[in-house]
């Protein structure tokens, strides 16, 4: 996950670089970050799920870091100079012209990335619930992400300055994607050894080939979660705190160039900042979830930091363009993107069945999925609007775009108010810790 998340945002803080060296514009921008989940909107992720739960950890998670290293080559030729120029090239760039050819190939590599990234997402969380089932799970996920963020702050640190590997004079996008594409390899490499420490697990435990356990997964789950209250007020909080946290990480370092005059490194070194804060604090907050609990509190105060932080960017920023004010608001950002994945996802097995857990997350996944395809492109069509005339990527004004995302988070917030509501009124045991809380949390088979 560290490197899948490197390669998620290499290009995010390269975005005037590619405006000026591949020409795309920021509705191509916008169109290039949604393709990573355009196949898992349009149902792959429903899949996905019922192969993990089908084929179990091993299988999948085999395939998924595959497919995300074929998706990314695909990337790394669309923007090499082997592509540019060729007759494929005048071919893709021959219609839908505001989309330039090598815009349409990234994205299409970067939609089979985003498939093995997101299949990867659900397997790593069910080989996490089992082999922490009881134990400290939230931890464990909490140090899973903090490990993923942490690559994030590693490729907004390097990317720009990869940029300019070949001197400062002829910046390139090609080795900051080449380099990521090799660790993504090296990724693969990393979980066929963890197959072979899973297949030592199942012995020791005596479980089934697959490592699932006994009870057989069955097509029909998928369709009981679908009815599930539970089930939708968790995905829907996901997909708006998601929606206004992703695409903002995509757009964060030219909104910040835009708003502070200051270069596309500066503004990449002061964002980074931002996946730094939920690093070191997604861990002690799960460490603190499997011991004391107050998941569903977790949510609500993680919504309201997003949406005080969003409308600083929104409003107060461009008033008073200050670096200091930039960097607090995006450490207090930081702290919500702690709260909220900390608190979210090892909620999941606490109320939702092992035996269709994989599906439960790949659920979860694809609603959030086609929140993280939609928004980019509203966003970056918003910037657009916003900045009729404006050529200068160093100028755009984002005030409407990020009021968007603000507007995301009163929404989320709301779900979050329900979901307390909900967990206090029918004790679904999201307040309580992960640890104890085995015996007396209520499943999603009993609320059904
Ligand atoms: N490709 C980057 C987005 C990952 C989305 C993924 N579905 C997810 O939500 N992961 C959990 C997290 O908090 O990163």
Redesign the pocket.
Known sequence: MFFG?MF?DVMSPLQSLVNTKLGWSPEAFGYYAGA?YMLNVFGFLILAGIILDKMGVRFTGTLSASVMFIGACIKLYAISSLFAGSAFDQWLSSWWVEMPGSAKLAAFGFTIF?CG??MA?ITVSKAIAKWFEGKEMALAMGVE?AI?RLGVFAVLSLSPRLADWMGKNDPSVVPPVAFCTVLLLIGLICYVVFTFMDTNLDKQLGASANGEGEEEFKLSDVGGLFKSRLFWIIALLCVLY?SAI?PFQRFGTNMLQCNLHISETQAADLLRWFPIGALCLTPPLGYFLDRVGRGATMLMIGSLLLICCHLIFALALPAFPSQGLALATIIVLGISFSLV?AAL?PSVPKVMDSRYLGSAYSLI?WV??IG?FGIPIIFGAMLEASNQGVTDPTQYDYTNPMLLFAGLGIVALFFAIWLKVLDTRNGYGLDKPNIKSDNDAVRLDGEA
């Open positions: 998340y998620v990573e985003g990234c997101e997402g992400m993923a998601y992703f994945p996802w996944f959030q999925n993280l």
